[in-house]
């Protein structure tokens, strides 16, 4: 049995101490690993402390999830605990935490456990395997289907909404354990996160994005028409647009094609720390070929815009290469509010579209024209391949969480925790904040990612740019841990290894 799990800090930070998966020895020894985010992470911290007397080692909310569950165990005072009680342990705990979170967690020498929220809000399934062509069956939990697929898995099915599986050596156990709520999952992972050949909640990540291009080219065509404006060239912004602008252009009669070559060795650039590394990553990451832009009027084709960093430098790279006018396309809806349930968003006020029409949008991107999927038809894109889901959390866009537990206040706390006057002042191991500031909801901004970012603030352009380098040098490596503070990895996402 193995838990293995690739994060970025969206609670926290990144430092080794809060890798994933999280062990406790008492009770009984637990192995843990979450995707998602609490809400309540402060009254949680509290009640661990002063009533359940264990100590919390990080600023890991997935580290409260693992002492919650263990204590809860723990309340059964058991030698040996059996099924029931595991049970009865993570339903206590789904009353007790509030939030987006999917897990994974195994018992020594009774099984492996998976779990996810009441909402369903963040993604997981679990697969299976004969071995060897006999009756003995290898099980796979993980947040997306291609890992099943890659290691031979099949009977992929997803794990519902506040439901718990136990998996020992003997038998399979399977309980929906909380009063069902509002089946709501993350809209974003359709749109942005998971791979096109993965199936989530029985809808085809592929489909959904075909389906967005086909109903972003209607949205698209009635804008043109009414602005009286044609358009050249359909081009995508690698690689996540690829599959909704190649429908569109097809759709809209207009040729497809390839206009930026992507370097794969520059991380990605929404989740960075700092703006002006983002935006000179923009340029690393990309590069326009002038001869599919030179003279003419191109549609460019992203999957969402979220700080407008990566779109503005898109957009003057397409003008640099002779472009004569350019129309950005997103196949999202403007992101308005920030994300409270797993994914590292910015703060309202850093979002390109908060408190801006889309022809405002556009001057601030510097594009002769900007046009948003609508919400009714990206919802549209996903549910017509699933009619069970009536409901996602489209919080992004709309600012309403599916939780009902998420007020102004929270989302101020949630901004300063995440602010970026916040990230830069960072503690640092180089001597520049030796001690480092503890923001008010105490999270502490520590590790190597934190200490980049102070480093950055005082360095000279030069510097800067050999630090950037060191950084893309240490991306390409292969090793164990080679720069994994450095690096904002991946996704959350997780796999169980076979049992």
């Known amino acids: 049995m193995g838990i293995g799990h690739v994060r970025y800090p969206t609670a926290g930070s990144s430092a080794h101490a809060e890798a994933q998966p999280f062990y406790v020895n008492s009770p009984y020894g637990i192995v843990f690993a979450h995707n998602g985010n609490l809400t309540n992470t402060r009254e949680l911290k509290q009640y661990l402390d002063v009533d359940a007397h264990r100590h919390i080692n990080t600023d890991s909310d997935s580290e409260l999830l693992l002492n919650i569950f263990a204590n809860n165990l723990q309340k059964t005072g058991k030698f ?60 796979l939990f993980a947040s997306e289907s291609v890992v099943a697929d890659a290691a031979g898995f099949t009977h992929w099915e997803d794990v ?20 069902e709520k509002t089946f709501a999952p993350d809209i974003f992972e359709w749109v942005y996160f998971a791979r096109p050949d993965s199936v989530l909640d029985g809808v085809s990540v592929y489909r959904s994005r075909m389906a967005m291009g086909d109903l972003l080219a209607e949205e698209v065509r009635q804008v043109l028409e009414t602005k009286k404006i044609e358009v050249d060239v359909v081009i995508p912004v690698p690689d996540t647009s690829r599959v909704a602008a190649l429908n569109l252009a097809q759709k809209l009669g207009v040729p497809y094609r390839e206009g930026f070559v992507k370097n794969r060795y520059v991380d990605r650039t929404f989740i960075m720390p700092g703006q002006q590394m983002r935006r000179k990553n923009v340029r690393r990451k990309l590069n326009a070929m002038a001869l599919e832009f030179s003279g003419k009027s191109v549609l460019i084709v992203d999957d969402s815009i979220v700080r407008g960093t ?11 290469v002779g472009a004569r006018k350019v129309i950005f396309a997103s196949c999202a809806p403007p992101i308005r509010y920030c994300n409270v349930y797993g994914i590292d968003m910015p703060s309202r006020q850093d979002l390109v579209a908060y408190h801006r029409t889309p022809s405002q949008i556009a001057e ?40 009902g537990d998420i ?57 800067e740019e050999e630090e ?21 990895g991946l996704h959350n996402t997780f796999k169980v290894g076979s049992m």
């Open 80 to 139: 040996r605990i059996n099924e029931e009680d595991i049970f009865t342990a993570i339903k206590d705990l789904m009353q007790e935490c509030k939030g987006g979170y999917a897990c994974v967690a195994m018992l020594a020498g009774f099984g492996i456990i998976a779990f996810r929220d009441p909402c369903g809000i963040r993604p997981v399934g679990m697969a299976v395997r004969n071995v060897n062509g006999g009756e003995a069956k290898d099980y």
């Open 160 to 179: 519902r909404a506040g439901e718990a599986i136990i998996i020992t050596r003997t038998s399979v156990s399977r309980r929906v354990l909380v009063p």
């Open 310 to 320: 990566t779109s503005k430098e898109i957009i003057q790279m397409a003008k640099d």
């Open 364 to 403: 601030a991107l510097g594009a002769d024209l900007v046009i948003y999927q609508t919400l009714q038809d990206l919802i549209h894109s996903v549910q017509q391949f699933n009619s069970k889901l009536r409901d996602f959390d489209c919080s992004v866009f709309t600012g309403e969480y599916v939780t």
């Open 407 to 463: 007020d102004e206040p929270y989302l101020a706390w949630v901004e300063e925790s995440r602010s970026e006057k916040l990230r830069l002042t960072a503690p640092s191991s180089n001597g520049v904040s030796p001690t480092g500031p503890t923001l008010t909801n105490g999270v502490r901004a520590n590790g190597t990612m934190g200490n980049l970012t102070a480093t950055l603030k005082m360095l000279s352009p030069k510097e």
């Open 468 to 488: 950037m380098h060191r950084r893309e040098v240490m991306a390409s490596c292969s090793g164990p841990m080679n720069g994994a503070d450095d690096i904002v």
